[in-house]
């Protein structure tokens, strides 16, 4: 016999030599059978009419990800082809995930939103009412900026009440653990009626720590009312749908505060008002 004679092993290292020459491709497919293994690493198939790729993303990467993967998800996939030795197949080995029609983080979004709900997270039976007279106010925001200065200016109306500020950063890699840490410890202090999550506007990007399952966990959990006040009026942060009360922005949220002492404030001079007449009815 002249031809060659390859062992399984050098057939293999020798296509997946020749593999190598094709670099990082982009597919196109649709995720079919995801599974999460012990390790970390994510498996799954990419599809089309016309065929089917395996594929596999280590942790390292998967974990990077904003959104999850699941099946029926049209992406564009990023890897190396290779043939695993140790079964003889075809891979991808994926680098980087992207949902196709839509970005990213939006798609992080609506899927949270999506578990919360169902886990009846966002159901107005959950939600508490204000205190009828809130004494103590814990604040959840930065320690600059516009928002905070915005609220205090808001609360000075009310001199009686007492305010705690939990100062946190409000965007940035670690920001949606400090806030969920702050609305622990507030909600469980016994320290304060209530408490504000707040921040200004800014683009998706930036609001994206209140839209962390952390932090909406840890409101949630809140033993006392979660006024948030995240961004403008167009704004809707994950925050605001777990929140007891959805303030269009932090000025709008310290005001609830401070409508609900005036009304009480009105309501006992009006009762007061209605006592000296009735007093001064019956002297006469």
């Not at 304060?192 to 999550?197: E, R, S």
Request: proline residues 4%; glycine residues 8%; hydrophobic residues 45%.
């Amino acid at each position: 016999m002249s031809a060659h004679v390859w062992s399984v092993g050098e057939l293999v290292g020798a296509v997946n030599a020749s593999l190598k020459a094709f670099g990082e491709v982009w597919v196109r497919g649709e995720l079919s059978g995801v599974k999460v293994a012990s390790s970390g690493h994510r498996y799954f198939q990419l599809k089309d009419a016309e065929g089917v790729l395996s594929c596999a993303m280590w942790a390292s990467f998967a974990d990077r990800l904003r959104f999850k993967l699941q099946d029926g998800l049209a992406v564009l996939a990023r890897g190396k082809l290779e043939v695993y030795p140790q079964r003889g197949f075809l891979q991808l080995i994926i680098s980087e995930v992207q949902p196709e029609g839509i970005g990213e983080l939006q798609l992080a979004f609506e899927q949270l939103k999506a578990k919360l709900h169902a886990e009846g997270l966002f159901a107005p039976e959950r939600k508490r009412r204000l205190p009828a007279l809130p004494r103590r106010l814990g604040l959840v925001t930065s320690s600059s900026g516009a928002a905070v200065r915005d609220v205090l200016k808001v609360l000075s109306r009310w001199p009686h009440l007492q305010v705690l500020l939990y100062p946190v950063r409000v965007q940035g890699r670690g920001a949606e653990g400090e806030i969920a840490r702050a609305v622990r410890y507030l909600g469980r202090s016994g320290l304060v009626d209530v408490v504000l999550v707040v921040r200004g506007g800014g683009s998706l990007e930036d609001l994206w720590s209140f839209n962390e399952e952390v932090v909406a966990r840890a409101i949630a959990e809140s033993p006392v009312p979660v006024i948030s006040g995240v961004g403008h009026e167009v704004d809707f942060t994950i925050a605001d749908f777990v929140a007891d009360i959805r303030a269009a922005t932090p000025t709008q949220a310290a005001e609830l505060v401070v409508a609900r002492l005036e009304e009480q404030a009105r309501r006992v001079d009006q009762a007061a008002d209605r006592a000296e007449h009735l007093f001064v009815h019956r002297l006469e």
